[in-house]
Every structure is written in structure tokens, then in C-alpha cells.
């Protein structure tokens, strides 16, 4: 009996993945545990492997395509094993997909050419894959004047791409319209006509060349999807549901480049990593967390959790986009073993290997923009936590020192909290007390 393949739901969250590849095509044999496709979720990519071995005998869905978690992606099961035509839908419904009442039955011959017309002569709904459907709401076209290849007359992808390709030749213009628009290299499925039953006249091409020039021949388009899609649902879900307030202070850094100097050696010898800036504050943040705990709260719901523990995630800049993998129990962590957990989660991060239980717990997070030429900046929360703090560059300032002026390395401090369950004095207080710990750092050695 062929085995779904199913859409797993990895975290209490997730409600859809994004499927961004096979590594088998149909047809091609499976082993249990061998990697068959990959997802994304929660702003990380995961190879999911499979549980059943066999011949992958169908896929339902490609590339791009987002899936409702549980819902059946495709089968494994035996050469010539019948499979449902359609999605099942959730993972458990595939044999009543597939009863005689919906499906045909297995030796019963296809009626339909492979090149049939998507919609039937009764007037329903055109048979056509998700993705298919997906690129023809891209290029405004309907299905039901495309001939689908798949069984059924079902429409595929290649179907509409074709048929999308094809469409200028088929284009209503007048010949004078074709004869401008060829002359000036300009696409006319793209152009609007107002003659006669939508067909393109000369005045519609000039407007279109018009509108041409005016944007710089450089301009490109690039949908937004994947995680850039997953980072601008998450900050616009912050920045609506958070009232953010952001507070600043500049800190004094001359102690701390001090204590970095002296433990530099030590740690790279222990640990085989150059002990960083980011790890002092890591820590500093952790101490500065733990006295006032009503800083490390996350809201849930009607309620305010205050976490008996620190775990701070730590954004780290990828290719398209930002990850934040959390390190966990900071407070109880010294400078050489955070070290060694920032760079390596950092690594995995970079190479987008990182589990779920690494993206996921964190109470508070940091932004350090400090190797960029940035001297504040007023970061988004990263939720259900309830404040972030963001990170400068360190620059070397002129400053007033027991009435004289001294040159100091100085960076700013940047904490955005939420209003709904932080007050501005409590805020206030955290941060002061962290400019305390970083102008006198040496009380993390004890």
C-alpha cells in the first residue's frame, strides 16, 4: 500500500512550510532515512527524510509552493501502485482521495487526451497543479483556455510557461502596433489595448514605450518569498502589535578594551576562537538581565512570563536575510566557553545548518551592528520576547574626564522595549545598569 509523504509540523507555531526542493524525481527508488525534500520554516532550512521506502510515485507539489502542515505532498509505494490524481489534502484522507466515487479505478483507461482542454464540458473548476495555478494568477492568465499535459487534461506548470511564451504571438494588435512594438523591443502581452474587444492600438504601444524609458534600464524585479517573506511578516507583525520605545546610552569602553587586550590570549588558547566584543556584552547583558529581572519577561497571550533564565539570541546576518540563533543560559557561561558557543552558532548560522532547538527559547535579543559605520539605530523586537538591544560601532570621542578632556573609545547602546509590558523607568534602570558593568567590566571575572 503506497505511504504518504506529509508536510511535518516542526515547531507549535508553524502553521504552513515553504517546500523548496525534491531530491528524488517520480519514479526513482527512496531509502528509509535518505533525505527526500526540503523545507523552510521559521526563517531556517530543513531536510526532512523519509520513513517509508519504496518508489517515490508521486510529488503534488514543487518549488515555492506553501503547504498547510499534515497535508499530503506526495506518495512512496510500489512500482505501479495507484495513487490519487489530486492532493488528498491532510496527511490520513489519501484512501478516501482515492475511492472509486472520486477517482477511477486503476485499470480503468484515461478518456482524456493528455492535451485536453483544463476545464470540462460540464463548466468546473480547471484541473491544475498549485504551482500552476500559482504562475497563472502571476501572468493574469485563465486556465480554462490552457491545454494541461498531465492525466485528465490536469494543467502543469510547463503548461502555462508555454502557453504564457507563446501568447504574443497571439496578441490582439493592430499590425501598425505590432510593427512599433517590435521596432522598439517591447513585450506587448504586457500592454493594455482600448480598441475594439481589448485589442492593442499604436497609441497604447507609444504610452507603454513612454512608460519604458522613464524607469532606469538597470531596475529589476525579485519576488519576495522564503525568508525575506518569513523577516518582513514577523517585523510588521511587531512593529503593529508592540508599541516600541527606544532608549539610548553611550558607553565608556575604555575598561573593556582593556580586559579584551589581557584575555585575548587566554581564551583563543583554550578555546581556538579570538575572544570578541560581542561576548563581553553578551555577558555584561546577561549580569545586567538577572538584576533586573522584570526586563527578561516574554508576553504570551494575557500573560507576562518572567524567565528564571537567560537565553539571548544573537542576530547574525545571512545571505537575503537575518537568522537569530540563541545561546542558552548565558548568565552561567564564562568569556571562553560563550566564545566558543557565539562563533560556532554563528558558523552554523552563516551555513544555514542550524536545528530547530537552536532558533528557538530565547528571552532577550542583541544586534550588533558594530563593524559597520553605525552609530545607533532603534531595533525591532523580536517576539514574543519583550525588548532588544542594539549595538554601535565603537568610535574614539572626545570627553569630559574629572574636568578635562580625554580621548575615549565611546559606542552607543540602543534598548527597544515593549510599552505594554515595560515601563520606561525599569528600562531605564537596565540599561543604566549595563553601561555600569561595561565601564567596569572586570566584576564578570568574579
Same mark, same amino acid.
Given at each position: ?5 506529509? +508536510? ?5 507555531? +508553524? ?50 509552493? $506553501? ?20 492532493? /488528498? ?29 483544463? $476545464? ?49 504571438? #497571439? ?54 518569498? @522564503? ?21 539610548? #546610552? ?42 533586573? /529581572? ?11 512570563? $518572567? ?26 557561561? @564564562? ?32 544586534? %550588533? ?6 552609530? +545607533? ?5 523580536? $517576539? ?5 538591544? @542594539?549595538?554601535?560601532? +565603537? ?44 565601564? %567596569? ?6
Amino acid at each position: 500500500m503506497a505511504q504518504e509523504i506529509f +508536510m511535518p509540523k516542526l515547531s507549535s507555531t +508553524m502553521a504552513v512550510g515553504t517546500l523548496l526542493q525534491w531530491f528524488k524525481e517520480e519514479g526513482e527508488s527512496v531509502e528509509i532515512g535518505e533525505p527526500l525534500f526540503e523545507i523552510m520554516t521559521d526563517k531556517i532550512n530543513i531536510e526532512v527524510e523519509s520513513y517509508d521506502e519504496g518508489i517515490l510515485l508521486k510529488k503534488y507539489f514543487q518549488e515555492d509552493d $506553501q503547504v498547510p502542515v499534515n497535508h499530503v505532498i506526495g506518495f512512496i509505494g510500489t512500482e505501479g501502485e495507484t495513487v490519487p490524481a489530486e492532493p /488528498p489534502g491532510v496527511s490520513g484522507s489519501g484512501e478516501e482521495a482515492a475511492a472509486p466515487s472520486q477517482e477511477k479505478e486503476a485499470n480503468e483507461p484515461v478518456a482524456v487526451a493528455a492535451g485536453a482542454p483544463a $476545464q470540462s464540458e460540464t463548466g468546473e473548476k480547471p484541473r491544475a497543479t498549485p504551482a500552476a495555478r500559482k504562475l497563472a494568477r502571476t501572468e493574469n492568465l485563465e486556465l480554462q483556455l490552457i491545454q494541461g499535459s498531465g492525466p485528465n487534461g490536469r494543467v502543469h506548470k510547463k503548461d502555462v510557461a508555454a502557453y504564457a511564451e507563446n501568447s504574443l504571438a #497571439s496578441t490582439k494588435a493592430t499590425p501598425l502596433a505590432k510593427k512599433i512594438a517590435e521596432s522598439e523591443q517591447l513585450d506587448l502581452s504586457g500592454i493594455q489595448g482600448s480598441g475594439t474587444n481589448g485589442k492593442i492600438v499604436k497609441q497604447d504601444v507609444i504610452s507603454a514605450k513612454r512608460t519604458t524609458v522613464s524607469e532606469p534600464e538597470t531596475s529589476t524585479r525579485k519576488k519576495m518569498s @522564503g525568508m525575506r517573506k518569513v523577516i518582513a511578516e514577523r517585523m510588521v507583525q511587531s512593529k503593529q502589535t508592540a508599541p516600541h520605545v527606544t532608549m539610548a #546610552s553611550e558607553i565608556d569602553m575604555t575598561k573593556v578594551k582593556e580586559l579584551r587586550a589581557a584575555l585575548l590570549p587566554v581564551v583563543e588558547k583554550q578555546t581556538g576562537f579570538r575572544l570578541s566584543y560581542t561576548e563581553i556584552i553578551l555577558k555584561a547583558t546577561a549580569a545586567a538581565l538577572s538584576r533586573h /529581572p522584570e526586563i527578561n519577561v516574554s508576553l504570551e497571550g494575557d500573560e507576562i512570563v $518572567q524567565h528564571g533564565h537567560v537565553h539571548l539570541g544573537l542576530a547574525v546576518a545571512v545571505q537575503d536575510g537575518l537568522m537569530v540563533p540563541v545561546i542558552k543560559d548565558v548568565l552561567a557561561k @564564562g568569556l571562553s566557553e560563550l566564545t566558543q558557543d557565539a562563533k560556532e552558532i554563528g558558523k552554523l548560522a552563516r551555513e544555514n545548518k542550524l536545528r530547530p532547538d537552536q532558533m528557538k527559547g530565547s528571552t532577550f535579543t542583541i544586534s %550588533n551592528v558594530g563593524m559597520y559605520a553605525v552609530d +545607533m539605530f532603534t531595533p525591532v523586537i523580536n $517576539q514574543p520576547e519583550s525588548a532588544i538591544l @542594539g549595538v554601535g560601532r +565603537m568610535q574614539d570621542k572626545p570627553v569630559a574626564v574629572n574636568g578635562a578632556l580625554e580621548i575615549r573609545p565611546m559606542m552607543t547602546l540602543s534598548l527597544s522595549f515593549d510599552h505594554r509590558v515595560i515601563d520606561g523607568a525599569p528600562a531605564a534602570a537596565f540599561l543604566t545598569e549595563l553601561k555600569d558593568i561595561l565601564e %567596569n567590566p572586570y566584576e564578570l571575572l568574579v
